[in-house]
Nanobody
Framework: QVQLVESGGGLVQAGGSLRLSCAASGRTFQNYDMGWFRQAPGKEREFVAHINWNGGSTSYADSAKGRFTISRDNTKNTGYLQMNSLKPEDTAIYYC????????????????WGQGTQVTVSS
C-alpha cells in the first residue's frame, strides 16, 4: 500500500501561483510513477501531469503545458506540482496518484490516490 496526502491548495487570484505537494508513505515511493489529476464541479476527473519513477520523464495535459511543472524528490518521498499563471478554469480539487504501469493518462492506470486538495482561482 502507498498512502498519499496532498497539501498546498488554497485561494489565489488569476495569474498567481501555487505549489502542491504530495507526501507518500508506505511502500517505497521511488518504485512508482506519480500523476496529478483534477476534478472541477460537475466534471469528470481529468489528467494533468505525470512523472516517472526517477523524474527523468514528464508529460502534461495540453491545459497544463507551459504553466505547470511536475517534479519529485524521492529522498523526501514527496511529489510536487508547481502551478503558475493560474486561470479561473483551473479551479478544481487536485489529486495525486501513484502507479507502476506503462500507461498513465487514465484514472484506472493508477493504483493509489490521495484525498485531494482544493484549488480556487478567482478572476
Amino acid at each position: 500500500q502507498v498512502q498519499l496526502v496532498e497539501s498546498g491548495g488554497g485561494l489565489v487570484q488569476a495569474g498567481g501561483s501555487l505549489r502542491l505537494s504530495c507526501a507518500a508513505s508506505g511502500r517505497t515511493f521511488q518504485n512508482y510513477d506519480m500523476g496529478w489529476f483534477r476534478q472541477a464541479p460537475g466534471k469528470e476527473r481529468e489528467f494533468v501531469a505525470h512523472i516517472n519513477w526517477n523524474g527523468g520523464s514528464t508529460s502534461y495535459a495540453d491545459s497544463a503545458k507551459g504553466r505547470f511543472t511536475i517534479s519529485r524528490d524521492n529522498t523526501k518521498n514527496t511529489g510536487y506540482l508547481q502551478m503558475n499563471s493560474l486561470k479561473p478554469e483551473d479551479t478544481a480539487i487536485y489529486y495525486c496518484a501513484a502507479q507502476s504501469g506503462s500507461t498513465y493518462r487514465r484514472l484506472y492506470d493508477y493504483n493509489y490516490w490521495g484525498q485531494g486538495t482544493q484549488v480556487t482561482v478567482s478572476s
